[in-house]
C-alpha cells in the first residue's frame, strides 16, 4: 500500500525554544496547536516500501554538515506566510543542493510531487489570511529577530502521514560521517498544509 512521507530538517532544541518564545510574542492568541519550527525538503514523498530510506541515507553520509544562518524575514503573498531563512548564496546553495540531490537520488523509487515549484529553504513563521495581517506579522518578526541564528544542519528527518494533516518521525538521517563540531556556532508530530511549505502545528 503506497504511503506518503516527507523529509524535513528540524533545529536543535535550544534553537527551537528560542524561536517558540519569539513566535508567541506575534501569534495570535487563543490559537491552540503547538508550533515546531522546521525547514521542509520534501513533503509529498509517495512510496509502497522504505528503501529509499537506506539510499537517502548513504547518500546524506557523504555530503558534509553545514551552517545555515537565520537571519532574513521574509514571505510567500500566496499563501500568506511569513518564514525566516538565510540570506547568505553560499548557505542557499547548500541546502538547496540536499533538496535536488535527494530528488534526484529517489526519483526512480518513489513519487515526489513537488508541482515543479522552484525550491525555496524557509522556516514557516506563521500563516496569514489577509495582506493586512501578513505585512504586520513580518514587521513586526523582522524586529524581533534582530540577531541573527546559526543553525547548524545535521540531520534530515524522515516522517510519515498518519492523519489529516498530521506526520510522524519515523528515522533520522544524519549528514556526513563524523560528529559535528558545534564550537563553529554560537550561542514529534508535525503538521503541512496541501500547499507544502512548512507550516505550523
Not at 2 to 24: F, L, R
Not at 189 to 196: M, P
Request: proline content about 3%.
Amino acid at each position: 500500500m503506497e504511503k506518503k512521507y516527507s523529509m524535513i530538517i528540524t533545529p536543535s532544541d535550544e534553537i527551537s525554544s528560542q524561536i517558540k518564545q519569539i513566535n508567541k510574542l506575534v501569534k495570535r492568541k487563543g490559537k491552540k496547536r503547538e508550533y515546531v519550527p522546521h525547514i521542509t525538503l520534501h513533503s509529498s514523498i509517495l512510496s509502497s516500501r522504505t528503501d529509499f530510506i537506506d539510499k537517502a541515507r548513504d547518500w546524506l553520509r557523504e555530503q558534509n554538515p553545514f551552517i545555515f544562518t537565520l537571519r532574513k524575514v521574509s514571505s510567500f503573498s500566496r499563501p500568506g506566510t511569513v518564514y525566516l531563512t538565510s540570506d547568505d548564496d553560499s548557505e542557499i546553495e547548500e541546502i538547496s543542493n540536499l533538496y535536488y540531490g535527494l530528488e534526484s537520488l529517489l526519483k526512480d523509487e518513489t513519487v515526489i510531487n513537488e508541482n515543479g515549484d522552484v525550491f525555496v529553504p524557509h522556516l514557516t513563521l506563521g500563516s496569514y489570511h489577509t495582506s493586512k495581517k501578513l505585512i504586520k506579522a513580518e514587521s513586526r518578526f523582522t524586529y524581533l529577530f534582530e540577531d541573527s541564528i546559526q543553525f547548524p544542519i545535521l540531520k534530515v528527518d524522515v516522517t510519515e502521514k498518519v492523519g489529516v494533516f498530521r506526520w510522524k518521525t519515523i528515522d533520522s538521517l544524519m549528514i556526513g560521517k563524523n560528529q559535528f563540531d558545534n564550537q563553529q556556532i554560537t550561542p514529534e508530530i508535525y503538521r503541512f498544509g496541501d500547499n507544502r511549505r512548512a507550516s505550523v502545528v
